[in-house]
T-cell receptor
């Protein structure tokens, strides 16, 4: 069985500040890990994913995440927040060969303040 | 089409009625997924298809829920005898291969179902 825990349902940062959204996973097999973003009235959009290889993954809009097996974590970061980053972010896990059958976390709402 | 299209966007139905939710995937996409998202929760897997074949329906909560994709393109998720607990956002996604993880799943905007 797999699961994802996102710490903090709401995170607020100032524009220009570091964004850090936390994700921890549980998986009995090597995981594939994803971050999705959801803007209001839109569908989920893939930000980045980790499958194999380099543990530091770069995504769209300046976001990146690092897979740390020892910590079972896949935290999402962005050096400098922009107002347009305000959205809901979901971490998800899938097992090897599980295709896009994803197990999602409960989401983190990011607020960016002036 | 240009993206995954779901209809209707909003559906209000009375308890006990049947509803059908439609998903039109990106043209040519092989795999199609259904998820359900309750308020304040992440999306929860329901079922998925490769072409017209239903590969996994382990996430369907009970036998009131069913899905089909008869021609390997448009899919319908049907909920019979709806209950208030069925109220949620229903999301569809499609991807271009048989679910391989090197391809991205594209999500539609979802159908917000409210059972009153």
């Amino acid at each position: 069985a797999q699961s994802v825990t996102q710490l903090g349902s709401h995170v607020s940062v100032s524009e220009g500040a570091l964004v850090l959204l936390r994700c921890n996973y549980s998986s009995s097999v090597p995981p594939y890990l994803f971050w999705y973003v959801q803007y209001p009235n839109q569908g989920l959009q893939l930000l980045l994913k980790y499958t194999t290889g380099a543990t530091l993954v770069k995504g769209i809009n300046g976001f990146e995440a690092e897979f740390k097996k020892s910590e079972t974590s896949f935290h999402l970061t962005k050096p400098s927040a922009h107002m347009s980053d305000a959205a809901e972010y979901f971490c998800a896990v899938s097992s090897t060969g599980g295709g896009n059958k994803l197990t999602f976390g409960t989401g983190t709402q990011l607020k960016v303040e002036l | 089409g240009a993206g995954v299209s779901q209809s209707p966007r909003y559906k209000v139905t009375k308890r006990g009625q049947d509803v059908a939710l439609r998903c039109d995937p990106i043209s040519g996409h092989v795999s199609l997924y259904w998820y359900r998202q309750a308020l304040g929760q992440g999306p929860e897997f329901l079922t998925y298809f490769n072409y017209e074949a239903q590969q996994d329906k382990s996430g369907l909560p009970n036998d009131r829920f069913s899905a089909e994709r008869p021609e390997g393109s448009i899919s319908t998720l049907t909920i019979q005898r709806t209950e208030q607990r069925d109220s949620a956002m229903y999301r569809c996604a499609s991807s271009s291969n048989r679910g391989g993880l090197n391809t991205e799943a594209f999500f539609g905007q979802g159908t917000r179902l409210t059972v009153v």
